[in-house]
């Protein structure tokens, strides 16, 4: 009786171990699947983070270069825009000299024309007389020329204006979407600063050119160069004013011939001594690019032998490593072919890549 109680008693601890067992297996494989389930979602995570951050690292390297390239662009724009307004600003003076040239051949001009009895004028009358009507002709075209130069820059200007309204306009529409900032904590606008500096200077430059092609235009549309013709030979009446006149007249146009053919012999010159100076440095080029040439040559033949002479050393040191018995190979031999190894194919790729850069 008492061993079926023990019996019964131990039965009851086995189910109640079985029933336990059963259910730490349940709790374990539930704590498996759970580790299971939270490992995939962590991977997911992870693998969602890396898309995200690759992402935005690339969005942030496309802004990065588009940042570069407008700051590339922007120096670029105003240096080329300094040069332009270097050339306006000398075109600007010349045009500003030729107006003022103009005006002051028209009250010259004006001045004689109260002065009908041009027959009493004397011979340095005569000869001022000459040189103001030619004076006059010479700024006339002067001036016309000024002024189809001055419109030319003006379009030019006005195309540069155009181009730097659009990139402002561009720098603002871009500012919604700039996430980069400056130390101070606010947008880094240097470059629309600069902009805006440099499209306030174009703008009083083409208020300038437009006063200065204003004037030149309204100065020569006062000139008749037909009427001008008709009133200047009307003053002559008589054969001696006429003889002086046409004396004054011839000696202005040798005067001019002369300087005309002066300044082209001493254009002549300056080209002659360029030419020279050009073909001496040619000559320079090609001595530099023929030693050059050679000292490659030289350079290749020193690589070469070498490169033979350690191939040689090498194939000995194989060979008496091979071949004796009584040399026992050590870590220093090993050291000494790794040696010559990484020599001989540095010097290969140094002659390579000399050949490359060469090219």
């Given at each position: 009786r008492k061993k079926l109680n023990e019996l019964e008693n131990i039965e009851k601890l086995k189910k109640q171990s079985d029933e336990r067992v059963q259910k730490l297996k349940k709790e374990i494989f539930e704590m498996k699947s759970l580790r299971v389930r939270m490992t995939k979602q962590m991977r997911a995570e992870i693998e969602k983070y890396r898309e995200y951050k690759m992402i935005a690292d690339k969005k942030i390297v496309q802004m990065q270069v588009k940042e570069r390239k407008r700051d590339t662009d922007t120096a670029r724009l105003k240096h080329n825009l300094s040069q332009q307004l270097v050339?306006?600003?000398?075109?600007?003076?010349?045009?500003?000299?030729?107006?003022?040239?103009?005006?002051?051949?028209?009250?010259?001009?004006?001045?004689?024309?109260?002065?009908?009895?041009?027959?009493?004028?004397?011979?340095?009358?005569?000869?001022?007389?000459?040189?103001?009507?030619?004076e006059l002709v010479a700024s006339i075209y002067c001036t016309e020329w000024s002024t189809e130069e001055m419109i030319n820059q003006r379009k030019t200007l006005s195309r540069t204006l155009k181009g730097l309204s659009e990139r402002l306009k561009g720098l603002e529409e871009e500012r919604s979407m700039k996430f980069r900032k400056t130390e101070g904590g606010e947008e880094d606008d240097e470059s629309e600063r600069t902009l805006m500096e440099e499209k306030r200077y174009c703008e009083d430059e083409m208020e300038k050119m437009n006063a200065v092609i204003q004037s030149m235009q309204s100065n020569t549309s006062n000139v008749n160069l037909s009427s001008m013709v008709e009133s200047r030979w009307n003053t002559v009446c008589t054969v001696p004013a006429a003889k002086l006149a046409l004396k004054h007249l011839f000696e202005e146009t040798a005067n001019f011939l002369r300087t005309s053919m002066d300044e082209q012999r001493k254009r002549e010159k300056e080209e002659m001594k360029w030419k020279k100076k050009m073909e001496t440095l040619k000559?320079?080029?090609?001595?530099?690019?023929r030693r050059i040439d050679e000292m490659e040559k030289q350079k290749e033949e020193y690589l070469r032998n070498e490169k033979v002479q350690m191939?040689?050393?090498?194939?000995?040191?194989?060979?008496?490593?091979?071949?004796?018995?009584?040399?026992?190979?050590?870590?220093?031999?090993?050291?000494?072919?790794?040696?010559m190894q990484d020599t001989i194919q540095g010097m290969d790729n140094a002659n390579l890549a000399e050949r490359r850069t060469v090219r």
């Open positions: 050339v306006v600003k000398r075109k600007y003076e010349e045009a500003n000299a030729a107006n003022k040239r103009l005006q002051t051949q028209l009250m010259r001009s004006k001045m004689e024309e109260g002065e009908r009895k041009m027959d009493e004028k004397t011979d340095e009358k005569w000869k001022e007389h000459v040189h103001n009507e030619l000559g320079d080029v090609k001595e530099r690019e191939e040689k050393r090498r194939s000995l040191l194989q060979s008496e490593i091979l071949e004796s018995e009584r040399v026992h190979i050590t870590h220093e031999h090993m050291d000494q072919l790794k040696e």
